[in-house]
């Protein structure tokens, strides 16, 4: 089965570690690459990184074995062993040969940050009485910043390396050599990687041949054995591993394990053909129904989400979930009477299910209000966002309303209409945007396949494209982001079609960063390239939208931080606990000088501070900005001395409330906001080597001269401002506002 997506790939921007296994093979070391790679897969099943390997000019034909073994798998021809070393297109390199077994964790490797390592062998005493270090073919794991032409030869030569630190010593687990276990000695219990010089069946050798022949299988067994393994296993091996089978043998329970897995990777369309082939309409196989209803709303097949829901909803142990998907579905198709009742029977079943609670809260009928008259559509403006509620993220609360300050100062229902961004455009609401003066789509990071997926657009808007060439209204797309995470996989082709139907209805077309604006016209014919504008985030230019508003007379002695977890394997990669220790020894420093509270947009960024307490010792009070209002939120930006986040609009906010800012950058939004303010130094990527000192010393030099630190930020907004006030101008006349 083939896979119609694509990653994008922004590593360079967010410094994100590509990392690599490498093992150079001739013809003669070929026959043990299946069994290498099976014991790498099979003992670490939560990893899958590039596999590369290296050839002396091998023909290609003899590398079709290995392919179905690992869907990363790379082949390069190369001279010798040395261009492992020096592997090109990788931060991180663990070199391999192939003699060798990986029996366990090799997680600590991954999570290396510095320099070459590699497990330390004597020769013995020279005529001087020093004994020398020596470096066979062995296993290294490499750091190419850290590799100099020199030692990569030293080593690749297989000479001696004198013991000045050139090499960080790795315990003898990790390249454990066969040999020392003659007299079949067992294999030692913590053994990581065992490697074997000679032929792998030697006599003497029984309990280490053994250990090796564990992984000697066949095709069908291996994928079998993978299946069994307990534990979290990574959705790419799962995606390659998991098809055979179920062509083999259709289950149940495998046709739903492939199913999660496309779904999670936004392969919605290979979900349910997954599905169909097993499901039909049993009635025993509710979580299956459960996700090919999920799969099929998300490709906007609503009738029949709804009936497979259903009949998920009809197992009391799924009932709750199933029935807050039903009420989502309903709120999309504006059918608000059955949301609320959808969601208030999931709480019959579960009282304490909060995604029902939410949909329950979120669709009751509003209070009785003092009757108004009814607002001319005419003299409207519709307003298609994302309109958040609740315990949901701060800054999707403070933007739309940013969005409507730019058009003047009535941000009410008086002046607009809320179109939410999620919600299906059908006919009756094509109407509705229609009869208004214009319709603006923003802001924030609306192209983007995955949080509300629909197979309309593929992007946040779910508008098909035939009822978008049918906006007769003026349409202006206001400050809108490409969202796509740092290797996040999605469809290009859909969302290519919807985007070119938007340009071409636009009458305005700004996009909130110049990296937008570059990926975006990569997906565009020439023709409409030109259309796509550059229109800053209005949270940007907030004190100018409301002088002397949205400052503060006085600041704390306060620094905010902020983290976001949402995709987090995207965010951190192996680097996870680099980051949080990183942090922690910058927050030990900030804190002898600043009161560091932290900054929570929505309940889910708090993990870090249980992870700094548990991990650091280090406790943070917490201000939970999803529970203030929009004014609060900017008070306290505005109040702050410096702000550190993680979130594009924990550092966008208080950037435009005037207060300094760094951001820690996860994902390339960020630094493309950062590059358009020409302050790149403002930005420091979460996989940086150096973070902690790097992250100290630059919060030191704001709070050590904060004042220039603020004319900075004000120096820095003049030119947001000024495009700002130009783009607005030219909207005014688009819609015939005074």
Known sequence: MTRPTSADDRSTV??????????????????????????????????????????????????????PLHPRLVIRGAADRGDALRLEGYDTVVVLDPGMVVLGDLGELLRMRHGVAAVRQWTDAGPDGERREVRPEELFVVQRADLDDALAARLASGGTVAPDGALIPLDARYDFPARRLHDDLPVPED???????????????????????????????????????????????????????????????????VADVYRGQGRYDEAVEVLALVVADRLDAPRCHETLGVCLMALSRYDEAEAHLLLAAASPGLAARAFAQLARLAWLLGREADAHAYAREGLAADPTDAGCHAWYVRTRAPEPEVTAPEPDPAGQLAHVALFAEGDENAGDKVLPEAVRMCFGDDTGPRRWYAQPVHRLVDEAALERLNARRGVVVGGGGLFLPDTSPNGNSHWQWNVPDDVLARVTAPLAVFAVGYNVFDGQLYRRRRFAESLRVLVERSAFFGLRNHGSIDRVRELLPASLRDRVRYQPCPTTVARHLRPGVFEAAERSDTVLVNCAYDRAGLRFGHDYGHFLAQTALALGALRERADVRYAAHMPADERFVHDLRREHGIALPVERLHTMSNDDVRDLYARARLVIGMRGHAGMIPFGCGTPILSLVSHPKLAYFLSDIGRPEWGLSVHDRELGPRLAERAAAVLDDHAAAVADVHGAQEFLWKTTQSNLQELRGVFGLA
């Open 14 to 67: 967010t410094g994100r570690r590509r990392i690599a296994f490498a093992v150079h093979a001739d013809r003669e070391g070929l026959d043990g690459l299946p069994t290498l790679i099976r014991s790498l897969v099979l003992s670490n099943p939560g990893v899958c990184e590039d596999f590369v390997v290296l050839h002396p000019g091998l023909d290609d034909a003899e590398f079709d074995a290995l392919r």
């Open 191 to 257: 053994v990581v990687v065992l490697r074997f010089a000679g032929p792998p069946d030697a006599p003497g050798y029984g309990p280490a041949n053994a250990a090796r022949r564990r992984f000697e299988m066949g095709d069908e067994e291996f994928r079998a054995a993978y299946r069994a393994l307990r534990g979290p296993k990574h959705p790419d091996l799962v995606a390659h591993y998991a098809p055979p089978l179920l062509a083999a043998r259709p289950s149940l329970d495998l046709a739903r394990t």
